[in-house]
Each structure stands twice: as C-alpha cells, then as structure tokens.
C-alpha cells in the first residue's frame, strides 16, 4: 500500500520548535519530490516547503523562511520538517505529499499523508 505516514505534531509555546517526519511506505521515496503543506481551521491548505528527490533543491514560502528547514533522509525513507521561531499562526494540520515530478512540488501528485496537528499556543 502506498502511503506517507507524518509524525512529531504537538502543543508547543510561541517561540518553541517541533520536528514533523514523514515516512513513506509502499514505493521508493527516491525518485519523488516531497513536499509540506499545512490547513488552519476554516482556511484553505497552503503550501509550506519543497524538496527534490535528491535534496540538491528545497524551497519555502516566504512565511515560514528563515525559521523552517526542509531535509530529507532516502535510506530512511524520510522526509523532516524541523520548524523554530513557531508563531499562533503556524498552528493547523501538517501533511506530507509525494509529487511525481522529481524535483519540483508540482501536480500529479502520487499520495498525500493524512497529517499531524500542530499547535502553537501559551
């Protein structure tokens, strides 16, 4: 079965970090980009960073620049979210998704996780 599993979403304070894994099952994470997205409650989903199968390119939309690092280990079938400086407005549902284009976070897309929550509050 194909699939991504996100793990490491929680309460944190502001200011505060969390780690996100995602694992992959089912196919060979290799020859896929990856990338984060999130949904806050009543929001549409965003995108949040990208890496490309071989991790020679990540990107970050400009909200979470700076603060979020993207990275990826093949051998462990695992892509990382590592997320510092949160803010109230990082709170929503984190997941994962595998894109068949290898170095781009671009449609068709081959699965999604099914997220982890992620709050950010005192």
């Known amino acids: 079965q194909v699939q991504l599993v996100e793990s490491g979403g929680g309460l944190v304070n502001p200011g505060g970090s969390l780690k996100l894994s995602c694992v992959a099952s089912?196919?060979?994470?290799?020859?896929?980009?990856i990338g984060w997205f999130r949904q806050a409650p009543g929001k549409e989903p965003e995108g949040v960073s990208c890496?490309?199968?071989?991790?020679?390119?990540?990107s970050y939309f400009d909200y979470v620049k700076g603060r979020f690092t993207i990275s990826r280990d093949n051998a462990k079938s695992t892509v990382y979210l590592e997320m510092n400086s949160l803010k109230a407005e990082d709170t929503g549902d984190y997941y994962c998704?595998?894109?068949?284009?290898?170095?781009?976070?671009?449609?068709?897309?081959?699965?999604r996780g099914q997220g982890t929550q992620v709050t950010v509050s005192s």
């Open positions: 998704a595998a894109f068949t284009n290898r170095n781009m976070c671009h449609l068709p897309r081959l699965v």
């Open positions: 089912g196919f060979t994470m290799d020859y896929y980009a």
């Open positions: 890496i490309s199968s071989d991790s020679t390119s990540t």
